[in-house]
Nanobody, 125 residues
Framework: QDQLVESGGGLVQAGGSLRLSCAASGRTFSSYNRGWFRQAPGKEREFVASINWSGSSTYYADSVKGRFTISRDNAKNTVYLQMNSLKPEDTAVYYC??????????????????WGQGTQVTVSS
């Protein structure tokens, strides 16, 4: 029963911060790329950030560069997304994912095999 569970979402005012966590159970995902995606109402799921198995490479969507930071703790089988300077347009359900991809940014939906259930982030103005 391999699964990913997000936590840390909530309601925050514009300019505030949140830190999302994604804990894994079942198999160990230390050798997997990890990613964060988000989906707003009426929109398709979009890439936010990714990190490779060792944490040596990270990628970000242009919309979050300089504001969000992805990190991982393989000893805890957990990935994080630190979100600063939040904007109303960041409002969405945020999903974490795990998958195997050799090379590239791991920024596509098809790069991932395991998905969490999502956590709601709402940024008010």
């Amino acid at each position: 029963q391999d699964q990913l569970v997000e936590s840390g979402g909530g309601l925050v005012q514009a300019g505030g911060s949140l830190r999302l966590s994604c804990a894994a159970s079942g198999r160990t995902f230390s050798s997997y790329n990890r990613g964060w995606f988000r989906q707003a109402p009426g929109k398709e799921r979009e890439f936010v950030a990714s990190i490779n198995w060792s944490g040596s490479s990270t990628y970000y969507a242009d919309s979050v560069k300089g504001r969000f930071t992805i990190s991982r703790d393989n000893a805890k089988n957990t990935v994080y997304l630190q979100m600063n300077s939040l904007k109303p347009e960041d409002t969405a359900v945020y999903y974490c994912a795990a998958g195997r991809k050799y090379g590239g940014s791991a920024s596509g939906l098809n790069d991932y095999d395991y998905w969490g259930q999502g956590t709601q982030v709402t940024v008010s103005s």
